[in-house]
């Protein structure tokens, strides 16, 4: 980041940060949906973004919201597979849980089952109320 005169900060034009992981997630997963060549290069690019194995891609909010948003359901088991992958990785848990709730339909009930299945209850804090049953989701 840098500050410009009136003291605002400015990040890089790609950066997740300028653009924000929600809109940039959104815009992402629309690429892949759209297939052809161009959306399985970045289904791929997205895949080494997350596994820390493509040369400028990092992961973020933005990567695991276009996995999970997109109607590819390679994308939601690879995002699956991240997940059980990460359970000693508190960051990468959190960042792959916060995506959740706003997930492709079937994306979301799939992730729920392997949340209950797999006992990662106890890392989905914002999930455990309402998926226990043991009180208020927080909801008004």
């Excluded at 990040?11 to 399985?40: I, Q």
């Excluded at 970045?42 to 933005?62: C, D, P, W, Y």
């Excluded at 276009?66 to 508190?90: N, Y």
């Excluded at 960042?95 to 990662?120: C, G, S, W, Y």
Aim: positive net charge; aromatic residues 4%; contains cysteine.
């Amino acid at each position: 980041m840098t500050r410009i005169s009136n003291g605002s900060r400015v990040g890089r034009p790609t950066s997740p940060a300028t653009y924000g992981g929600d809109r940039l997630g959104l815009l992402l997963a629309a690429a892949v949906d759209a297939g052809g060549p161009e959306g399985e290069k970045v289904f791929e690019i997205l895949k080494e973004s997350a596994t820390n194995q493509h040369e400028i891609g990092s992961m973020g909010r933005h990567v695991t919201r276009a996995l999970l948003v997109c109607s590819k359901p390679e994308a939601w088991e690879f995002t699956r597979k991240l997940l059980l992958a990460a359970q000693r990785q508190e960051g990468l848990r959190q960042v792959i849980l916060e995506a959740v709730d706003e997930a492709h339909p079937t994306a979301f009930k799939r992730m729920l089952k392997l949340i209950l299945d797999n006992n990662l209850i106890r890392f989905a804090a914002p999930f455990a109320p309402s998926m226990s049953g043991s009180g208020s989701t927080g909801m008004p």
